[in-house]
């Protein structure tokens, strides 16, 4: 599954506009730039629910040169089954994980997040896949993002909530329960239970 096309262009427009404002000092040419960001603003706020400041303002604030954005996520795995958490957000499940901080190494990202967000303790032991988010049957997203899936070892803690999950479980492959397909997807938790039985598959990417 690939992105649609108007969301392509918006990430394009956007990409050229920020990079634009970013190194760019003539004023005329600044107004160009911010045009473009404005015009990716309203394709985005053609083909989505969200208002039009609402998209701007979040286009506006990204700054310096644009790049993919990193969302590490973990895969746990205890008696063949996975570690998933609750988001409240939508109330899908979804492996443990998000954002990247600046500074902070992926596999020690992914950790924290299991931690946080599980309340289970783990260890990032093997780059299980690097995902193009677009590629992978996730719904459209304002941002281009890479994710990036740790198979992590269990070394303690136990089920806990979170500002973000109410609640952590552990799911056969056959009893997945709904998920929160925006931040993953059965196609990638598939994947995941065959690197489960086959622990010598490389690495994945794209």
């Avoid at 954005?69 to 089954?81: C, E, I, L, N």
């Avoid at 994980?97 to 600046?102: H, L, S, T, Y």
């Amino acid at each position: 599954m690939t992105e649609p096309k108007w969301l392509e262009w918006a990430q394009e427009l956007h990409s050229i506009a920020q990079a634009g404002l970013t190194y760019c000092r003539d004023p005329f040419d600044r107004e160009r730039y911010a045009h473009l960001n404005e015009l990716a603003a309203e394709i985005l706020s053609s083909y989505t629910t969200h208002p039009l400041p609402e998209l701007l303002d979040i286009l506006e604030g990204e700054q310096g040169y644009a790049t993919p954005k990193v969302d590490a996520r973990g895969v746990v795995f205890q008696d063949s089954r996975i570690l998933l958490v609750k988001e409240r957000l939508d109330g899908g499940w979804t492996l443990p994980g998000g954002w990247v901080d600046v500074g902070e190494p992926p596999s020690r990202a992914v950790e924290r997040e299991i931690r946080e967000e599980s309340g289970y303790e783990a260890r990032a032991v093997k780059l299980l896949a690097l995902y193009d988010r677009n590629l992978h049957g996730h719904p459209p997203y304002i941002f281009h993002t890479y994710k990036l899936y740790f198979l992590c070892t269990l070394v303690g803690g136990a089920p806990a909530r979170s500002i973000e999950t109410d609640g952590a479980e552990f799911f056969a492959e056959d009893a997945l329960p709904e998920l929160s397909v925006a931040r993953t997807t059965k196609e990638v938790l598939h994947r995941m239970f065959e690197h489960l039985r086959h622990p010598e598959l490389p690495t994945d990417y794209d």
